[in-house]
């Protein structure tokens, strides 16, 4: 299976701290996405990194991928108690396809 | 503001009995996708359109169907709901010209409960 897992599962952290998510994959990739889930919400696309690229910010936010590796991390600068989420990675797996397949998700508590 | 629109929230039927989930879109793309979340896990993908090709997922049950009347529309049943049929289920839209993937837009799901 392509699905990603993410690490950790669960994450708790004091406000203003920052917090690391990492996503490891299996195949190869056309691009890696992350998308933010409140609870009992649909998610909320973050940030798109492609292949070819190594690093992207997005505010306070920056991801980075490693394509040798088969993995990514996104990067929560100064967290706040609204960051307080589940975030999925999801990847597209070839040029044109336009399915995404999630990640298992990290689920990140900010303590105020 | 150009949205994903998911109606109803909250659903509630009987074991073995039809249901409609309903999903709208002002966005004018062309993709639409259904998924199931089940708690504490990913969305996976049951089927989606591309226009107006639908595109099943080889493990969708074939208690789940779709039905795409137009653009802005797209409906998914469960024709015979089962206990394990219980999740939210997520509607998502994307423009994708081939060959450049895009970000999706998600409605706010519909929990479907099943008693």
């Not at chain 1, 394509?67 to 975030?87: E, G, H, P, V």
């Amino acid at each position: 299976s392509q699905q990603g897992e993410e690490d950790p599962q669960a994450l708790s952290i004091q406000e203003g701290e920052n917090a690391t998510m990492n996503c490891s994959y299996k195949t190869s990739i056309n691009n890696l996405q992350w998308y933010r889930q409140n609870s009992g919400r649909g998610l909320v696309h973050l940030i798109l990194i492609r292949s070819n690229e190594r690093e992207k910010h997005s505010g306070r936010l920056r991801v980075t991928l490693d394509t040798s590796k088969k993995s990514s991390s996104l990067l929560i600068t100064a967290s706040r108690a609204a960051d307080t989420a589940s975030y999925f990675c999801a990847t597209t797996l070839n040029f044109g396809n336009e399915k995404l397949t999630f990640g298992t998700g990290t689920r990140l508590t900010i303590i105020p | 503001d150009a949205m994903v629109i998911q109606n109803p929230r909250y659903q509630v039927t009987q074991f073995g009995k039809p249901v409609t989930l309903s999903c709208s879109q002002t966005l004018n793309h062309n993709v639409m996708y259904w998924y199931q979340q089940k708690s504490s896990q990913a969305p996976k993908l049951l089927f989606h359109y591309y226009d107006k090709d639908f595109n099943n997922e080889a493990d969708t049950p074939d208690n789940f169907q779709s039905r795409r009347p137009n653009t802005s529309f797209c409906f998914l049943d469960i024709r015979s709901p089962g206990l394990g049929d219980a999740a939210m289920y997520l509607c998502a839209t994307s423009i994708q010209p081939r060959g450049n993937n895009q970000p999706q837009h998600f409605g706010d799901g519909t929990r479907l409960s099943i008693l």
